[in-house]
């Protein structure tokens, strides 16, 4: 099949830039020194071309990921990086797959255990104003949950305030304040792991034993400011499908595709148009104004940058891996819901 | 089912305030002066709501959605209120159903000819930087496409940079004069439809023979702001997953809540939780403060009022019908995708 056929809107993931992620991360962070974060891409077939660089063991957000890479055959190891006040459906898959989950209060050290989980991370704030306990509340909370027969496999903390950061010292000198605090907590902890970081810190964060990076894999324009070494492999392939009138007084003359909110996350702010200015989008449109007037013309296709991989990938049902003009195979987003 | 056994996540709407609402607006604009637009909802079973008020042609926005209401037998009357350069899927359905799709320019009028569309309005542009040809080419756009043997229904124009103008006087005196553009272009144009408005513009546009509100339905906290007839019918339960550390530099004390970017549309700005100030989403996460620090505990539930009701419902797969704490009925979003 060609782009060309494809109905779009439509998501397009640039294969040969994502085998050069893939690969760069590999060299950098290789097998365990990486838990690929699957809520960036939410596909397994994305995920088991991380497993084939080494990578076996997998990060989740949500129940619904961990359940279906359990049922895609990549349970060797899953973490739900994430709080959960009823484990029950993780704890239903605990004889099929080795599932941790982290906890940062007596609450979610309750779930876990009633649930049916084994092994927990202590989950610690480390400066991002979200979740994780009290570093120095990390042991206590570690104690809890061996009390109630859990293993405690070690701390967890992510620096997510930090990862779009563009000025690499700072990015560097934080990274080391916040894994500080994360470091004092493990030592209370006990346990393997020291679980943190991500595509914005990977290389800067040298106490984690493994780093959670997901955004890695496709990028997004956010963090292809950053200047890290990974490329833009996602795109959003929109037919235009309406251009100005020729006498409009709204100058210069714009062009409208189909792709919009309901295809593109917006939460970091408008998509990217090569040779365009975007104006902005609505649900099932971007209004763009073309570098050069009447160059771009109704029925052209054009390729739509979005701001924030994660949400735009969670709006569509599939993926097409794209060499050039051919469409080399199409990925379902399964990991998609809760 | 109570609504406390719901996994979060959970789109809710509540069955008083969309009765409320549907019937508010049948009201004002009965049988066919209402041409309910789907996109707000993707819902054919909200749409037979509509029906059962006396709404029997319908808007819609993709290609999708109107498959789906012609599946669920809604398509006595069906509109495709947005330009199309490949019209064969609607073509095919044009034995079952009756479908008009708008058309703006030389290309979208040979994709609805040769794509076995049978009749079409003329979009015309009133002012907002989006689609529509301008109001004096409408007449030959009209001509082109009964030169290829499409029935020209009329025209539409979507005035929707007055929607969400919270000066009323001021919203009706642009109102107007987009309608005035639309009625010049209706003249040349001919037929019997003047498709137009919206939620935000629903009792100001005495032009349009027909509105296209889909929005009134649900609601959300952005026309929430502009002093309309209709109740927030709309919510998004969660669970609050963690809650600050005690000792935390950063106050005053925050939750987080397991909704976020991948369950809220965002282009209108954060979410509204009641007796709270939200400080940010994530993800899978809102960070927010109580107004009373301390009085909103891990594991209680909150609704999440967001911004934007279109995105949001379409990032979910179904939405559940709620009368109090008791779940009526769940529906599934069936009209999602493209």
């Known amino acids: 099949m060609k782009v060309i056929d494809l109905q779009t809107p439509a998501l397009l993931v640039d294969a040969a830039a994502l085998e050069h992620n893939l690969a760069t991360m590999a060299a950098a962070l290789p097998g365990q020194r990486l838990r690929p974060h699957v809520k960036a891409h939410k596909t397994t077939e994305l995920a088991r071309g991380q497993a084939a660089q080494g990578h076996r063991a997998f990060t989740c957000a949500t129940i619904r990921e961990v359940e279906g890479m359990v049922a895609a055959g990549l349970g060797e190891d899953l973490l739900l990086a994430n709080e959960v006040l009823d484990a029950r459906r993780l704890g239903a898959l605990a004889d099929q797959a080795r599932i941790t989950v982290a906890v940062d209060s007596a609450e979610t050290v309750e779930a876990a255990a009633s649930g049916g989980v084994r092994e927990v991370l202590v989950d610690v704030n480390v400066g991002l104003p979200r979740c994780g306990c009290a570093p120095e ?67 800067d964060n040298t106490v984690a034993t493994e780093i959670q990076a997901g955004s890695y894999a496709l990028m997004d324009t956010a963090y292809g400011a950053v200047g890290l070494p990974f490329r833009q492999a996602l795109s959003v392939l929109a037919t235009v499908v309406s251009a100005s009138p020729p006498g409009s007084e709204i ?88």
Request: glycine share 12%.
């Open 137 to 203: 509340d990390a042991g206590r909370i570690a104690d809890l949950a061996r009390s109630k027969g859990l293993g405690v496999r070690g701390v967890m903390g992510y620096e997510g305030h930090l990862m779009l950061l563009a000025d690499a010292e700072q990015r560097r000198t934080m990274t080391a304040d916040c894994m500080a605090l994360l470091s004092r907590a493990a030592a209370d902890v006990g346990g393997e792991v020291i679980s943190a970081g991500g595509t914005g810190t990977y290389a």
């Open 251 to 338: 100058q210069p003359p714009w062009v409208v595709a189909d792709v919009g909110l309901k295809s593109l996350g917006m939460d970091h702010g408008n998509p990217t148009i090569s040779g365009a200015t975007v104006w902005f989008c609505s649900d099932e449109h971007t209004t763009f104004a073309p570098d050069e007037p009447r160059t771009v013309k109704v029925g052209d296709r054009v390729r739509v940058l979005p701001a924030h991989v994660d949400p735009t990938v969670a709006m569509h049902a599939g993926l097409h891996l794209v060499d050039g003009d051919t469409v080399v195979e199409t990925w379902p987003v399964d990991l998609r819901g809760w």
